[in-house]
């Protein structure tokens, strides 16, 4: 199983950016797909989740200008991040907890910068 980032950037304060997270191989059912983020000297925080079936999870700091949403057959997610402040700047991470052959499992995609310039 592998979850492939794509998306992030440089974009100037108020700007918008579009992630996205493809999980793939031998998957046979997803829990949830949520995006984290970690800025520098700070712990890895919870942004955005979306729950199979579920609600979708917002952290304060992010309701109202992001928007996690699924697709391709709930394999993919995104994340629509709208009127970014500086402060979003940091490293973005796609999890995902899927039941594959072995059982559940977490799995984490690999890192995509994001960078608000004032």
């Known amino acids: 199983v592998q979850l492939v980032v794509s998306g992030g950037g440089l974009v100037q304060t108020g700007g918008s950016l579009r992630l996205s997270c493809a999980a793939s191989?031998?998957?046979?059912?997803?829990?949830?797909i949520d995006w984290y983020r970690q800025a520098p000297g700070k712990d890895r925080e919870l942004v955005a989740s979306?729950?199979?079936?579920?609600?979708?999870y917002y952290a304060t700091s992010a309701k109202g200008r992001f928007t996690i949403s699924r697709g391709n057959a709930n394999k993919m997610v995104y994340l629509q991040m709208n009127n970014l402040r500086p402060e979003d700047t940091a490293v973005y991470y796609c999890?995902?907890?899927?039941?594959?052959?072995?059982?559940?499992?977490?799995?984490w995609g690999q890192g995509t910068q994001v960078t608000v310039s004032s």
């Open positions: 191989g031998s998957i046979v059912s997803i829990a949830t």
């Open positions: 979306s729950p199979t079936g579920g609600s979708s």
């Open positions: 999890y995902a907890n899927i039941l594959n052959s072995i059982g559940w499992t977490p799995y």
